[in-house]
């Protein structure tokens, strides 16, 4: 049999599973496609958006909110009607796709936006022994990963990025970047206002002027039934741009060696009645649904790449609060954040532009804004069908179980060594990655302190990943999830998750084993205690230290975070990577020692794909044998 018909009969005879069908995974449906495979299964929880149309290809606008995954299937079977494709508009961590479900398929493509995903498909693939081949785009860089159970490393058997974090000090007080201002505008003012109004915050600081006023002791988030929604708009704008910058100066040893912010009140900046201005908001055009209110229609604002001053963004910041009020008042309380959302972006925006005026920080533009509050980097159609077609190339390859010939594939913005994809052998397993080669962590705690809810969910849940969770001491069982728990079993849990470890049935103490387990992704790990009494509160805020655990660092310190565009910037232009003296295994160059390697990180995410950038030029490095 000649290679042609040989990679005919492997692609026409395998099942695949696609997860995810955004911009990796429309340019992937069409070139398994036309690449011969004739049994496709896709997942993707999305609906289409406007923002998808420039790059996702098997879309159009009279797509718009309907599933990815449904219309990806029926667009590529217009052109290729004689094969099976059949979609699922669902969640890939649902019960249903569990290691059963997986086990059908011959290889697992992912095309994932989200790392927690990304994990999740990983310890499946793993429990099910199917392959795995994963890739992400940035921009113009991207990345094509092979997986293979006992013969090449796991997902997670590598630090991976985390999202970029930012102490609380300087989000409140001492800002230098615009990314501060909008994790302060999103994250802070955004989240009191409408979403929920008892969350305490450093918003509530009040300048000793005010607190003079019985008046103003109040609570200032609190609006009155009776109160006039400009006013109660003027008393937020006066109250955080006015009275907490005059607090903030207060402090002489803060601005010693900083430059001194402004206070800004409305007053300054506004008229005295906007209603005269700009009309009533009882006329604003919310026509198609709550996420396409707008305030910028009611100002005369078009272009959303127009640098707007400091009046247009006063304007923008009262207006936009007054619609949330007089159009989407039911949603007030249970907001967050969404990038989608056009009036939320229009308040974030305005609202950080006026705080980076007050702290002379260069003002940016909506379309600039967004892009930092809603953490994009904006993607690149080609960089995804390139990454694309680089997944068929090595899917083909481990159906036919050509190991020798996986490669790890680097997407590089500038060439390097004449080379603009840079391909690596792939490495062995870490010994150490507690996923794939069972290695106990270690956890250090305050075990008379620390409570088990701590323990769930600062570490099982939000460190290692894990959706359904069981906790085993011993024999005792400490905490368990689930559907077909009964009352009793419940109450009993939710009383454990109240009490400090040494307090439990079975006394969690130095020394102790705990055994955690996920039955849904079928891994289990080992986790052992030890007492610690004391946390140094700025570089371990959690209180807790998980050893073991392989994770990209962080700021120190006690932070809100989120993940900008800014950051991705800063390692992206870095094309030459940083210099490192070890070397990790090949597959092909096995020694008896273990070598790490290290990554560059960038995480983007944008609502297609998000990749970590592993340094190819780093990597290219290792390709001598280890002597």
Known sequence: MDTQQQKQSVTQGAKVLMVGAGGIGCELLKTLALSGFHDIHIIDMDTIEVSNLNRQFLFRRSHVGQSKAKVARDAVLRFRPHIKIKSYHANVKNPEFDVDFFKQFDVVLNGLDNLDARRHVNRLCLAADVPLVESGTTGFLGQVTVHVKGKTECYECQTKPTPKTYPVCTITSTPTKFVH???????????????????????????????????????????????????????????????????????????????????????????????????STQNCSATDSDSTVSAMPLLGLKNPQELWGLTQNSLVFIEA???????????????????????????????????????????????????????????????????????????????????????????????????????????????????????????????????????????????????????????????????????????????????????????????????VEDLQQELSCKINVKHREEFDEEKEPEGMVLSGWTQFSATNGESASTSNNESAVDVTENSSGPEIACKKRRLSEIQPENHKRETENVESEDDDDLMEIENPMTLSKKKKRVA
């Open 181 to 279: 201002c909008i994790v302060w505008a999103k994250d802070l003012l955004f989240a009191k206002l409408f979403g929920d109004k008892n969350q305490d915050n450093d918003l509530n600081v009040r300048a000793n002027k005010a607190a003079s006023s019985s008046k103003e002791t109040e609570d200032v988030f609190e609006r009155a039934e009776d109160e006039d929604i400009e006013q109660y708009g003027r008393k937020i704008y006066d109250h955080v741009f006015g009275y907490n910058i005059e607090a903030a100066l207060a402090n002489e040893e803060t601005w010693k060696n900083r430059k001194r912010p402004r206070p800004i009140y409305s007053k300054e900046v506004l008229p005295e009645s906007l209603t005269q201005k700009n009309g």
């Open 321 to 515: 609060l007054k619609l949330f009020f007089a159009k989407r008042k039911k949603e007030i309380g249970h907001l967050t954040f969404d990038k989608d959302d056009q009036l939320a972006v229009e308040f974030v925006t305005a609202a950080a532009n006026i705080r980076a005026e007050s702290f002379g920080i260069p003002l940016h533009s909506l379309f600039e804004a967004k892009g930092i509050a809603g953490n994009i980097v904006h993607a690149v159609a080609t960089t995804n069908a390139i990454v694309a077609g680089l997944i068929v190339i090595e899917a083909i390859k481990v159906l036919k179980k050509d190991a020798d010939k996986y490669r790890m594939t680097y997407c590089l913005e500038h060439p390097s060594r004449k080379m603009l994809l840079m391909p690596v052998e792939p490495f062995e397993p870490n010994p150490s990655c507690y996923v794939c080669s069972k290695t106990p962590l270690v956890l250090e705690i305050n075990t008379q302190k620390s409570k088990l809810r701590d323990l769930v969910d600062k570490i099982v849940k939000a460190k290692l990943g894990m959706n359904l969770p069981l906790i085993m001491h011993g024999a005792s069982l400490l905490y368990e999830v689930g559907d077909d728990l009964d009352d009793i079993m419940v109450a009993n849990y939710n009383a454990n998750l109240e009490k400090s470890l040494s307090e439990l049935p079975s006394p969690v103490i130095n020394g102790s084993t705990l055994t």
